[in-house]
Nanobody
Framework: QVQLVESGGGLVQPGGSLRLSCAASGTIFSIYAMRWYRQAPGKQRELVAAVTSGGTTNYADSVKGRFTISRDNAKNTVYLQMNSLKPEDTAVYYC?????????????WGQGTQITVSS
């Protein structure tokens, strides 16, 4: 199993930047796809960014060009660099690790870190 711990959240002004980190332990990190989700108050959880075990990335349209996901397998860590932040980016951000299984997909989740974008 995998344990995930997020860090780097906080309060930032519109137009500012933050870098989130998610450190994994408990299993072989490199075989998992890593993802960042977010959930704003009153909204459903949405996928923000993903990076596969092979390094392919994908982004939600709302963050494309502003956010960058990356992984460092040697450090068992995935990052989310967030630039040009907007108030609508305010949410709890969750780190996710997943891999396909015969029964679907095996997912592990961090406990979340709050991002607040406000002046």
């Amino acid at each position: 199993q995998v344990q995930l711990v997020e860090s780097g959240g906080g309060l930032v002004q519109p137009g500012g930047s933050l870098r989130l980190s998610c450190a994994a332990s408990g299993t072989i990190f490199s075989i998992y796809a890593m993802r960042w989700y977010r959930q704003a108050p009153g909204k459903q959880r949405e996928l923000v960014a993903a990076v596969t075990s092979g390094g392919t990335t994908n982004y939600a349209d709302s963050v494309k060009g502003r956010f960058t996901i990356s992984r460092d397998n040697a450090k068992n860590t995935v990052y989310l660099q967030m630039n040009s932040l907007k108030p609508e980016d305010t949410a709890v951000y969750y780190c996710n690790a997943g891999r396909p299984t015969n029964g679907g997909r095996l997912d592990y989740w961090g406990q979340g870190t709050q991002i607040t974008v406000s002046s």
